[in-house]
């Protein structure tokens, strides 16, 4: 699954500013910069914040990270009954017997 606005609307733990875009201009407030609010693209720290909101959310749901890799998360139903997701930048992987919780993630 691919998660085209990973690191899009990512909650921020600074305050972060940033000059306007070039072509963005107001008369007489040139020199102003913005407050970012969320995180965007190319932001050093979107990533960042992009795992720790994934990481917050599928722990809600039951998931845990894997001590061997932290971009791991297993939710076990029963020994042989479970789901891994493998998370890589903006990618999940979901390994799963069972399709419709396959699609149910998809959703």
């Not at 061997?68 to 139903?77: A, G, M, R």
């Not at 930048?89 to 993630?105: C, E, F, G, T």
Request: proline fraction near 1%.
């Amino acid at each position: 699954m691919d998660v085209n606005t990973a690191f899009l609307h990512g909650d921020l733990d600074k305050e972060i500013y940033m000059e306007l875009s070039k072509g963005f201009t107001i008369k007489r407030k040139e020199d102003y910069v913005c407050k970012l609010k969320k995180s965007l693209y190319g932001l050093k720290q979107a990533p960042r914040q992009w795992y720790k909101k994934f990481e917050s959310v599928i722990g809600e749901q039951g998931y845990q990270k894997t001590t061997s890799d932290h971009f791991v998360f297993v939710q076990k139903f029963s020994d042989d009954d479970f789901v891994i997701l493998l998370l890589y930048v903006d990618d999940i992987l979901i390994v799963d017997r069972n399709v419709s919780r396959i699609d149910k993630l998809n959703k």
